[in-house]
């Protein structure tokens, strides 16, 4: 009883907040090692009130690095998709907002196509998910297409034998358990439900932590470990088979903050994306601040209210068992 109630002490007094971590590193040693062990530079946030987390980079058509993630701020409530320009030292210079739509952003998924670079970034809240394309010299992103109506959570876009998989969970209340995949023979759909939806059904590694990366044959796929809480921990499994009627996979190894000293107060871990020897991932740090979250907790309750209204409207039982067309 003591232990809870102090529990609920410290989960009154102090703000969580994510904030950016970027190292260099080779994933092929990582993957064969199983141990993640880089030297994680934290990148500093602006003030208490913000956040930064799901960072996805990429080159950039001058042949920078980019960092693409979400930026949220408690006084509007949700979050935006802004941009980081990171030099060849791996710091930041320079960063904007690129999408705004005023309504809560998130996870901004990066796919590379015939030169062009399409954004997926999760809108849970809006009850579907959209496609954008990402203008480099404009440094903006526009809206092309819906790809699903549905609350969609973390998508993240495979292509695999000259199929687009979709993966992700659903707003709801199994958003950290239960595992969809989607398919199409088009990055921008018309995607179908996986014969077998949900294809898994487990607090650790269900919830994608970031986008797929081979190394050499082999396929991995980065997963939330959400037993104990949101985020605690990147479960990474081994793709073993993949196609319209199966999916199977197994465990491969955890990232997990441990005793590891490049996490030192930082409390949990959720995302971790790769791009050359690049790699960036996100961590949750507690502040002392119980104004700011005392404003995080009576906010949380009206956006449970609106995450309900979300998961009714979207009808997501009979999407998933009767294997409509979702476009």
């Given amino acids: ?15 969580k907040q994510w904030l950016i971590g970027i190292c260099r590193g080779n994933i092929s040693e990582i993957m064969e090692s199983r141990i993640f062990n880089a ?4 990148i500093p946030l602006s003030s208490p009130g913000y956040y930064s987390a799901d960072p996805f980079p990429f080159i950039t058509d001058e042949g920078t690095i980019g960092i693409l993630y979400e930026d949220f701020g408690l006084d509007e409530y949700y979050g935006k998709i802004s941009l980081m320009s990171i030099d060849e030292k791996l710091i930041r210079v320079s960063q904007k907002v ?6 809560h952003l998130s996870y901004p998924f990066i796919f590379r196509e015939e030169g062009r670079i399409f954004l997926f970034p999760e809108a849970g809240h809006s009850g579907k998910l959209t496609c954008y394309e990402y203008d480099s010299s404009e440094q903006s992103a526009s809206p092309l297409t819906d790809i699903l109506g549905l609350p969609l959570l973390d998508p993240t876009i495979l292509k695999y034998e000259d199929k687009y998989w979709l993966f992700g969970t659903m707003q709801g209340k199994d958003m950290n358990s239960k595992l969809y995949i989607f398919y199409s023979s088009n990055l921008l759909g018309p995607y179908y439900p ?9 607090n650790d590694g269900s919830r994608p932590a970031g986008s797929f990366f081979r190394v050499g044959s082999e396929i991995f796929r980065p997963a939330q470990n959400c037993k104990t809480q949101y985020g605690e921990s990147i479960s990474i499994f081994r793709v073993k088979v993949l196609n319209e009627n199966e999916y199977a996979e197994e465990f491969h190894m955890s990232i997990n903050v441990g005793s590891n000293i490049q996490f030192s107060n930082i409390m949990a871990i ?3 994306n790769v791009i050359n020897d690049i790699i960036v991932i996100d961590g949750l740090r507690w502040t ?7 404003r995080v907790f009576f906010k949380n309750r009206a956006d449970r209210l609106q995450v309900k209204k979300i998961e009714e409207e979207a009808g997501i039982i009979h999407f998933v068992r009767t294997g409509n067309i979702i476009t």
């Fill in 39 to 42: 030297d994680v530079d934290w």
């Fill in 270 to 272: 959720h995302t971790i």
């Fill in 194 to 202: 996986h014969r077998c939806n949900p294809v898994k059904n487990n």
């Fill in 1 to 15: 009883m003591a232990k809870m109630i102090l529990s609920r002490l410290t989960d009154r007094l102090y703000l």
């Fill in 98 to 103: 690129i999408l705004d739509t005023g309504s």
């Fill in 288 to 294: 002392f601040s119980p104004a700011d979250q005392y």
